[in-house]
């Protein structure tokens, strides 16, 4: 009917124009059908993500939470945790901490919803709030060193925070001195005339010479001849010194040179992440085991972001690496080629496993979609376990610098 076919519009739909508004705009009736729009939904999510789609990604980790919440005892306190990083990459700082409360509250031994809460403390200013989420994370994951890194970088903003604070108000207090000594200032006095050798009687011990300018009386007056035979001397020339170089002093701490003190400092990394990335994952080569002389090969490496940085904070070196990043890749079995990539999210420097996706395009054959799923998708042979070993030998080089 013409109702119905206006209320599918923009008008009567505010997922009209999202491209996944098919399962946004779903409501189904009984609580199968809701759990299985719930599955769609999260992998729909965590490829919005991966893709860099974060308002679609915040929206459907939303449907899915809805969903879950008309269903009791089927609330997923990783639904809250992945939608409060998706917030914090669109800077709903306290969104994401609301979320971060809420997966504690479905399930205080997430440990990633302690990180997530931690990181929006920090940007709200709150270092104290900070500090203990992340000190609570740790006690759950002690070998976790991002919980240990967050919490010097909350110690190091408070510091910073204080100082900056203690600052502006002694440079307040400045300007109130200033203001008040011009609004007390005397008059400046008039000067007088004075001739050759009268003193001054402003300031005692002094006298005036014949170009005007004041002197003391004990101020001797070199004749020019005597300022020639000076300057035939060559006294009052600067001269060179020649003597070796004092060694800069190595820095304590793996602090750069100036930095001696071993205060706060942070070197971004992300140029070495992308340069070392793209040299080292491009070229690995996977020998398919059919006997056909196929291949799988990694072709280029894309769409690296994230965050790496290295701080010394009290001598103490943190390492931080949080990235994502693409592998492209060609398959070639007979005749047929197509390609593909492996799509990697959340790769650190702790312990954790980064997720991998495979993406086939879509001009890839059906035929070798399969050889892709068998020999890229699967995580215990193939070409995946080959690039995720020379990431793993990535990060351990990075721990070390």
Not at 130 to 135: G, P, Q, V
Not at 250 to 263: D, F, I, L, M, V
Request: aromatic share 6%; hydrophobic share 35%; proline share 4%.
């Amino acid at each position: 009917p013409p109702r119905a076919l206006a209320m599918a519009g923009p008008a009567g739909n505010p997922y009209a124009s999202n491209r996944h508004a098919d399962v946004l705009s779903e409501e189904p009736k009984d609580d199968e059908a809701k759990l299985r729009l719930v599955e769609e939904i999260k992998n729909r999510a965590k490829g919005a993500f991966a893709q860099k789609d974060m308002p679609s990604a915040e929206l459907l980790y939303g449907k899915a939470i809805s969903l879950l919440d008309t269903i009791p005892g089927k609330a997923e306190a990783a639904l809250y945790s992945n939608r409060a990083m998706v917030r914090l990459n669109l800077n709903k700082v306290e969104e994401a901490l609301e979320d971060s409360k809420k997966c504690l509250a479905t399930d205080p031994k997430f440990v990633k919803a302690y990180h997530r809460k931690a990181q929006a403390l920090v940007r709200l200013s709150e270092w104290d709030d900070a500090i203990a989420a992340a000190e609570e994370g740790a006690k759950l994951d002690p070998a976790n060193k991002a919980f240990a890194e967050l919490i010097e970088k909350a110690k190091a903003d408070k510091e910073k925070d204080a100082d900056d604070k203690a600052k502006l108000k002694r440079d307040a207090q400045d300007v109130r001195v200033e203001l008040h000594n011009a609004s007390t200032a005397r008059a400046p006095p008039v000067k007088k005339d004075k001739k050759e050798g009268e003193e001054d009687s402003s300031m005692r011990g002094y006298k005036t010479r014949a170009d005007g300018k004041t002197t003391s009386y004990f101020h001797t007056e070199i004749s020019d001849e005597a300022k020639k035979l000076i300057k035939a001397q060559g006294f009052g020339k600067p001269k060179k010194l020649d003597g070796p170089a004092e060694e800069a002093a190595e820095a304590k701490g793996g602090g750069s040179q100036w930095n001696q003190a071993g205060t706060y400092e942070e070197k971004g990394m992300m140029t070495w992440v992308t340069d070392n990335f793209k040299a080292r994952l491009t070229g690995i080569v996977f020998e398919l085991p059919s006997g056909s002389g196929g291949t799988l090969t990694t072709t280029a490496v894309a769409d690296i972001k994230g965050d790496a940085s290295i701080s010394v904070s009290r001598g103490k070196r943190r390492r931080l690496l949080d990235i994502s990043f693409e592998v492209e890749f060609e398959g070639k079995v007979g005749d047929a080629s197509g390609k593909g990539k492996l799509v990697f999210t959340e790769v650190s420097a702790g312990d954790d496993e980064p997720e991998v996706r495979l993406e086939a395009g879509s001009e890839a054959p059906p035929a070798l979609r399969e050889v892709f799923n068998a020999f890229a998708k699967a995580g215990g042979q193939g070409l995946q376990p080959l690039v995720l070993a020379e990431v793993k030998k990535l990060v351990e080089e990075y721990k070390t610098k």
